[in-house]
Structures are given as C-alpha cells and as structure tokens.
C-alpha cells in the first residue's frame, strides 16, 4: 500500500542507510540499536555509553539530536501533595576531544527535550505513547563547569552518548529503557543525518555483547548445554524472587510470592516470541535477585525455547513493538496485511512504524484509493456493507486486523502484571475447584480456571473460555458492599450491592479491596504502597497475558469455528465467525482499561489511598492525567474489537464481549482532551460494530439486545454522540468534501435496509411491524434491557430541553424526532430520509385523533441534489432527490448482488444487464410518475435517461464514456423544465469523471456532484 511509505519509520530507515556512508579518516565505530539501559542488580544510576562519529567535516554543522526511545516513564514525586515529577532518563555527550556536558533530562518538564505534536497531545512522557520521538538542540547541551561552560559541539570523531536511568524509577517497575533510534543534524528537519557509523538493528541473542549475558558458548558440550537450559527452566518456574533488590527502603525489599512464570507466560514463551534480547533478560533477572550464573541460566533457557514440534520459537516482535498493532508489514519488498501472513505472526503485530501519524491517515487503508485522494459515495457503501444482506460482501465486514490506526496499542510490557495477584491476596491459589462453579460464591479461583484451560484435552469451547475472566471478577467482587464511583459532574457516589466487580472500591469493600486488608495480606515489599485499583489492574492484567497463552501460545487464534462448535445454535457453521480471534463470550482485555477499573472511570488515581468526597478529581502525586486515562481506555478497548469483536454469535450484546456504547464515548473523550481528531477511528468502530450484530438474534421479551441493539445500532450514532455535538464525525469533510454527508447516508440506508430485512426479527413493511417490537412499559418487557425496547405507539415525541443529552439511547422516539431534521440539514439524501422518516411514522402514529406530525420534521423548501456517482468498473448511479424519488444502478460487467436497478419508493427491484437490455425499456416507480432506462444500440451504444414520453425531449445531453458504452442521462422536473447536462470541453474519461452543473428551478437549486 503505497499510504505506508509515507510514515515516520520509511525516513527513519532512510537515515540509517545514509548514516553508513563511511568515514574516511577514522576506524568507523559503529553502533547497535537498540541501546539498552537496564539497571539489573545495581542500587544506582544505570548507564549505557555509545561512541559514535561524524561523516568528515561535518562537525560544525551538527545541531541536532534526534532519539526514538521506548518505555520513558513519568515518575511523579513522592509524597502526598507533591507536584510534578522526576526524571527517569538523562542523556550526556563527551566528544572528541574530551570535553562533556552537562546532563540533560529526558523528561516533560525539560523544554529542551521536544516531543511531536502528536506525542504531547496524548500526554507526553508516561501518556499513551510507549514508544516517543524526542528531539534535543545541542544548544541546549552545556559544557560543564570543568570543561569551561559554554555551549557543548561535537567532533567529528569518537563522540559518546552517554544514557543513564535513574534508580528512583526502579520503585515504579521501570527498571529499564531502549534507545531504537538515533541521528544527528544539521538542525530542524534538516537531512540527511551527520552519523558516520553504521548503525544496525541486532536480533535477540545476535548481538555482539550477547555472551557477556548467557550462560555457555560454543565450546559447550551438548550434554553439558541441556544440563544449564534445565536449570534454567528449574529457576524459572520455581526460584524465589525478590521486588526491588537492596533499596533502602521498605518499598524495595523482601522476597515476593510470584515466581517468573507468573507474571508471564508459564514456559516464558512471551519474552522470546516478543524478542527481549539477552541483556534484557539477563539485567530484569538480576533485578529480581538472581545471581550472575542464575541469571545467564534464564537468559539461556528462554533463548532456547522450542514449540510442541521441537524447533526454535522466533522472536517475531520486539519489546517496543505493540503486540496485535494493526496494518501491513513488509514482506519481500511488498506491504503485505497482517491476515495475510501466518496466524503465528499476528501477535508481532505492525511495528511502530505501523502507527499512523493521524487520524486522517486512515480514510485510505478502509476506503478504496482511486487515485485522487478523495472518497465518494460508492466507496464508502461498498466497505459498509452487512454480510446478512450482501451475500458477497467479506464475512465480518472490515478487517481490524489489517487497518492501521494512529495510536500506539499497548506494548507487551504494559500487559504484564506489575505485581502478581498472589502478592496481593495469599490466597490466590487455594480456591477450591469445586466452589468456583457456583456463580457469585465466595471462593471464586481464577488461578484454577486457568489452569483448566492450559491443561484442557482438546479444543476448550467459547463457554469454557470465558472461565477465567468470570472467575476474576467474582474474585476481585468477593466482600463488596458497595460501589464507589465519580458522576459526570465530578461528584462521589456510593451505590448498593455493586455489580460491577473492578469498580468496587476499597473505601467500601469489607475483604477483598478493603484498604487495611491489602496492607496486611500483601507481601512486605508492596504493602505500603499497595492500594485497590494497583490491585484491581493486576489481576486483569494477570488475565490478559494468561488469555494470551491460552489463544496464542496454545494455537486457538485461527480456530474460532472450532472454538465456537457446540455452542452455535445455527448448524450452519459458515454462519460463525471465519475470521481470526479469540473467540469468547466475554471480553479478554479491555477491562485493563481506566474504565473499567479506575474509581473514577477516567483514569487511575494513584497509591495515597486518599478518598475526598469534597474534592474526587484532586490529582495526587501518582495520578494519570486524564488525557492518559481516555488514550489507554481508547486502546484496551480496540484491542478488545480486534481480538475478539464478537463474531456474529449468540450471547453477545451491546456491553460483551466489548462495549461498544462506552467505546463509542471514550473515542468522543479522547478526541475532546486531545484536540486530536478520532473521527476514521469512531466509524471503523461503527462500521465493525454493525457488522458483528446477528439480525436474527433476539429475545421474545427483551428486543434485539442479543443482536442488532438500539443502544449502538442506531442512526444518531453515525451523526454524533448522545450530546449530539457533531464534531467528532463531521471532521470527516476535512479529510474528503462531503464525506461526513456519504457516511451519513450509508449509515441510514444500512440502518433501513435491516429493519426491513425479512430476516430481521422486527422487521417494517410501510405499514405494521410483521412482528411486534417489544414496547416500554409491557409486562413481558418488566426486567428486560431498557436499550432494546420502543416507546409506546401513542408516545409523543418532544423536543430537546436544551439538557447536555440531546439524544436519548433509552428512547428512540424523541432521538429519531430530533435526529431527522439535523440529517436533512447537512444534506442526507432525501430518499433514505423519507423511508427513516415513514418507519417512524409508523413506529409512533401517536394517540388517536393527535396523530405524531412526523412529515413536519422534513423542509421541503431549500436546496435538493441531484447525484450522479459513475465508478470506473463501469457502475453509475443516479439519485433525484426531490418528488421524483428513484435509485438506480447501471453495471457492463456481471452484476454482483449490490448491483441492483432499485426503486426504494416503490420496493421494486430488478437485475438488469446491458448485454441483455439492447432495444429495451425498464419502467421505475417514481412516485406519480415514471422514469424510463433505455438502451439503444445505435454504434455507440448509448444507455438514455428520459421522462415517460413517447419521443425524445430537444434537449442537450450529457454523454459519458464508459469503455465500449456511453451513458447519457437526464430528469425531467416539471412540465416543460429539464436539467441540462452538458459535458465540459476539458474533461474526458480516463479512469474517473469530475463535473458540476447547476440548474436554477424555482426555489430550489438542483446540484450535480461527486461523480467517479
């Protein structure tokens, strides 16, 4: 895909081959990336140094240093009431001549340190990116006191970048950062980079300093090698632990609970698979206590990894790359998307290269690229498309997979537990297999669930899967009394018997999250500063990676027919999911998020155990921003989407196994904090969204919550959010004219096109429901979801009060009131408008004798548009927009069943190819009059658009060349009144066609637009 070439990582590589130009007058150092600054078992600073020259000459003109660092962490102060926080990482330079500077931090406050626009807008060091591109003016640099002051130069030779880690990160669980990138500049944005020495990307256990972290070497025997790896493995599975070895203090001593394969996967498949080089393992094994030969055993034993079959497990990813990143990656000189590849690589992900640098950078990868940039209608109907309707379209409509997003998904890092719930709770372990089958009991053990499912003889089924997560939130529920929580305008509410299990905090919790009960059962190194969301997000954590292990590592990705057999209730298996997932009836990581674990739904509020109920949203010294919280919640949930987005099965809603209501809102938050635009990112979330419901699921008693809900598979979604302030969706006509309009369209025709599908449980024929949608307020309806449930028919709709929510996803009447005339403002088409605006009609008549007026709630004066959309396979389409209602579509090629000559008006549809149409005339419905297609073979072969009248009108014609066919189209307005259509002298056919013509008629001013 060519939109990949124009990415941060194409010029970043573009650096690296320039900076091997060699150095002439100089033995050329060379460098390796990433650099690695891990702290291991040292109590202080941690450094890195990298020597590295100059191309010759160009020392003087260095100005610039540019840095891609991966996992910079923000280390806010200790203390309660401490303000801003302490740097993690520094960086100094000695050149040539001897000569340092002084230190520069590596950190938010430092203004010399600059962050992309993008970087700061999501929060900076320790927001939502992991991964950041940091920019440092050497002016900025100075020399210290002892070189004489000034500002600090390079030489052209041996300059050592001198990176250091600050040991007050090591109580955070930072205990190590990389450097995947680095160049030096003339200044700005100036290239290429002055580095003279060859930099080079070493794979896990390539690099040249690899033996100084393993144990054995090449002279070992073959006997002697098993020997180390089994103890190794023995040390793995079984060695004692330490937190945070030989700090002072007692936030940083004493054995832990966990060992190694706890936290991660049991055999450490994880750390090979996602390539953490030796030094990485070896220097994170001595942190947690391991001597020196105990730790080169580890490394050893992980490198040596093999799967079931015996061979050597790849290290497809990196520790910097986010796993599941979607997109393409390059394979043979060839951008090739991710479900094109081996399912064993999908968990690799894209790379960061792979993440966009805007929201806008989106439209391309969903959207056909036509070559001109822009998006038309047609485009965007033929990739919202439901596969209940369209039988060709792809199975689960759009492939979240393969569409690259401008976030940075959660690295591996952020999925590994900090602490082991068993560092929480002793009893983690002991829960008796027994009582976890009952549901709600105390006892509840996820630890034993998942043991189930490692060790299951066979395929674990879609029901059994979900063990693990319901077994976690009973356990992390068990003891609650209350919920605890903070209210949209900023307020302290407590509720009753609390269902939701990880927002149930301490404060009110009588076991399980209770503040002193965390204190006393947690081991000693945490039980200061443990607190119950630091709690809550290890246990959904510990889920998440286990999760992993059992899809991933156990090979379940590409099984979801499997998985999902004897839990279908269609025997038809191609009605299931076919694409790759983890297929589940609950969620499998977005509980991670903020939001589902944070007390306040927005971000995490830290370890100080401070309840204020006069002032919740106080920020503490550990405290998130909030920009931070909507950017991880944003993530976790699409995470979630692509890796289990439901899949068309029974038992999933609105809220399981994602929430896409609150995905919707969360996109909306993100967009509001950041100043960022997320507007490719909350269709493609629609659009899935849609895609993913079941129309035939339902329930006799509860509407279509099982399938196509109303709470998320509504038309105002597609407009805006429950504010109905339409920015977020309207940013769309920044990325291509009209293109918030064509969503619009396709959304209400899709939204139509079900709710009068025959297989739709309630389905609309223009004048009764054939089945009766279940209605608020009847008493089979007492306990059923208030989303999926229509207002009475005799409700009277009402205008909006002038409240925060203009739309009401618990009342589809007064949504669909207000809604209507806000779609005809922005120009939906008026065809899809009047059929919304008939269902209504009879959805709600209103009480006899005050009928609902809904045809007020449509202007007829004002503009009205006449589109003409031509696609270059030879496929237009027309739509006349006023009271001569008609849609067509015309196809050379064999129609496919989106091919259809439709008259939505009439309910009249037909096939019609041109082939078969020589001589022939096709008669549409158009309300009170016809319109006739006719095909002539006069040479050219020319297709006529006319009014119903028995000889051609003397009018000009607009002629259009299509290969070997010429279409020329015209619509009669009124007696005596046409639209011309005249071609311009300048344009011609090569692929697309682009015209306007305007017609002035009356009041109303008829526009010819979008046409390719």
């Not at 596969?387 to 997979?401: D, F, K």
Request: aromatic share 12%; hydrophobic share 35%.
């Amino acid at each position: 895909m060519a939109w990949c070439e124009t990415r941060i990582w194409a010029w970043i590589l573009a650096l690296f081959l320039l900076a091997a130009t060699p150095n002439l007058h100089a033995s050329d150092p060379g460098f390796e990336l990433p650099i690695v600054v891990a702290a291991g078992d040292t109590t202080g600073y941690a450094k890195k140094e990298v020597t590295v020259n100059l191309r010759p000459g160009t020392a003087s003109s260095a100005k610039y240093i540019r840095l891609r660092v991966h996992n910079l962490q923000r280390i806010p102060q200790s203390g309660v009431g401490q303000t801003g926080e302490v740097p993690m990482a520094y960086l100094q330079i000695k050149n040539g001549a001897g000569v340092l500077s002084s230190w520069i931090a590596l950190s938010n406050n430092n203004s010399a340190v600059k962050l992309t626009a993008q970087a700061k807008a999501y929060g900076g060091i320790g927001g939502g990116h992991h991964s950041l591109l940091l920019g440092i003016d050497l002016a900025n640099l100075k020399k210290t006191v002892g070189s004489g002051g000034g500002a600090m130069s390079l030489t052209d030779n041996n300059n050592t970048f001198i990176f250091r880690i600050n040991p007050q990160a090591y109580k955070e669980g930072a205990s190590a950062y990389r450097v995947t990138f680095m160049s030096v500049t003339a200044g700005g944005n100036s290239w290429p980079s002055l580095l003279a020495g060859t930099a080079s990307s070493y794979y896990p256990g390539n690099a040249n300093d690899s033996g100084d972290y393993i144990a054995g070497n090449s002279s070992t025997s073959a006997s002697l090698m098993a020997w180390i790896i089994s103890q190794g493995k023995l040390l793995w599975e079984s060695e004692t632990l330490k937190a945070r070895p030989g700090l002072a203090n007692t936030l940083g001593k004493g054995d832990i609970r966990a060992k190694c394969m706890d936290c991660h996967t049991s055999t450490g498949y994880d750390l090979k698979y996602f390539g953490y080089s030796n030094e990485s393992i070896y220097k994170r094994s001595r942190f947690h206590g391991l001597s020196d030969t105990e730790a080169k055993r580890v490394t050893r034993y992980i490198r040596n990894l093999k799967d079931k079959n015996g061979v050597i497990i790849p290290s497809y990813g990196r520790p910097w790359n986010p796993p599941y990143q979607p997109g393409s990656v390059n394979v043979g000189g060839t951008d090739t998307p991710l479900s094109q590849l081996a399912v064993e690589r999908w968990a690799a992900g894209a790379g960061e290269g792979g993440v966009l640098d805007s929201d806008k950078e989106m439209m391309l990868p969903v959207f056909d690229d036509n070559g001109d940039g822009k998006v038309w209608q047609w485009e965007v109907d033929k990739v919202f498309r439901l596969s209940q309707i369209n039988g060709s379209a792809a199975h689960l409509g759009l492939s979240l997979i393969d569409i690259p997003i401008h976030l940075q998904l959660p690295d591996w890092n952020r999925w590994l537990p900090r602490v082991h719930p068993v560092d929480i709770w002793p009893d983690f372990k002991d829960g008796n297999l027994e009582e976890q089958q009952h549901n709600g009991k105390d006892g509840a053990d996820p630890y034993k669930a998942y043991l189930s499912l490692v060790n299951f003889d066979g395929t674990p089924r879609r029901w059994q899967l979900g063990a693990l997560l319901n077994q976690g939130r009973r356990f992390s529920n068990e003891g609650a009394t209350q919920g605890y929580g903070t209210s949209w305008e900023g307020k302290v509410v407590t509720y009753g018997n609390p269902t939701n299990p990880y927002r149930s905090a301490g404060k009110f919790n009588t076991k399980r999250l209770n503040a002193a009960n965390l204190k006393n059962y947690s081991s000693a190194a945490y039980s200061n500063d443990m607190h119950d969301e630091y709690a809550k997000r290890a246990l959904t954590h510990w889920i998440g990676v286990k999760y992993f292990e059992i899809y991933h590592v156990g090979e379940l990705e590409n099984k979801t027919l499997l998985v999902a057999k004897n839990a279908n209730p269609y025997p038809d298996s191609s009605e299931i999911a076919g694409e790759w997932g983890w297929l589940n009836r609950g969620s499998t990581v977005f509980d991670n998020a903020p939001h589902k674990t944070a007390r306040n739904t927005r971000y995490w509020e830290g370890r100080t155990l401070q309840y204020d109920p006069e002032n919740p949203l106080q920020l503490d010294a550990d405290d998130q921003s909030q920009v931070a919280g909507y950017y991880a919640s944003v993530v976790w949930y699409h995470l979630e989407v692509i890796l289990n987005s439901g899949h068309k099965l029974d038992g999933t809603s609105v809220s399981n196994p994602v929430d896409w209501a609150y995905n919707y809102s969360l996109i909306e938050s993100l967009r509001t904090e950041s100043k960022q635009a997320q507007a490719m990112l909350h269709i493609v979330t629609l659009m899935k969204n849609w895609q993913v419901r079941d129309i035939r699921r339902s329930s006799t008693t509860g509407g279509t919550i099982g399938g196509w809900g109303l709470r998320t598979c509504t038309p105002y979604i597609a407009y805006s959010f429950d504010s109905g302030i339409s920015d977020l969706v309207a940013d769309l006509d920044g990325y291509s004219p009209d293109l918030y309009r064509y969503f619009l369209n396709t959304a209400l025709m899709t939204w139509m096109r079900v709710v009068k599908h025959p297989e739709f449980p309630y389905t609309f024929t223009g004048s009764a429901f054939d089945k009766h949608w279940p209605r608020q307020g009847e008493p089979n309806t007492i306990g059923q979801s208030r989303f999926s449930l229509l207002s009475e028919p005799g409700y009277k709709p009402s205008d909006w009060n002038g409240s925060w929510q203009l739309f009401d996803s618990t009342n589809s009447a007064d949504t669909f009131w207000r809604l209507l005339p806000l779609l005809d403002q922005v120009g939906v088409d008026r065809v899809y408008l009047e059929d919304f605006k008939n269902w209504c009609k009879t959805a709600w008549p209103g009480a006899s004798g005050g009928l609902n007026d809904w045809d007020s709630r449509l202007d007829d004066s004002g503009a009205n548009t006449l589109s003409i959309h031509v696609k270059p396979d030879k496929v237009f389409r027309i739509q006349n927009l006023q009271h001569t209602r008609f849609h067509l579509r015309f196809t050379g090629s064999d129609p496919g069943p989106d091919d259809l000559v439709a008259s939505p008006i009439a309910n009249w549809q037909t096939r019609w190819r041109p082939e078969q149409a020589q001589g022939q005339w096709m008669y549409i419905n158009a309300e009170h009059r016809k319109v006739r297609l006719h095909a002539q073979p006069n040479g050219s072969n020319s297709v006529g658009l006319a009014p119903d009248t028995e000889t051609w009108p003397s009018v000009k014609w607009r002629v259009l060349s299509l290969g070997n066919w010429k279409v020329r189209l015209q619509s009669k307005l009124g007696k005596r009144k046409y639209i011309t259509m005249s071609e311009q002298p300048e344009t011609s056919y090569s692929g697309k066609i682009k015209y306007i013509d305007r017609v002035k008629r009356d009041r109303s001013i008829w526009k010819l637009i979008d046409s390719d």
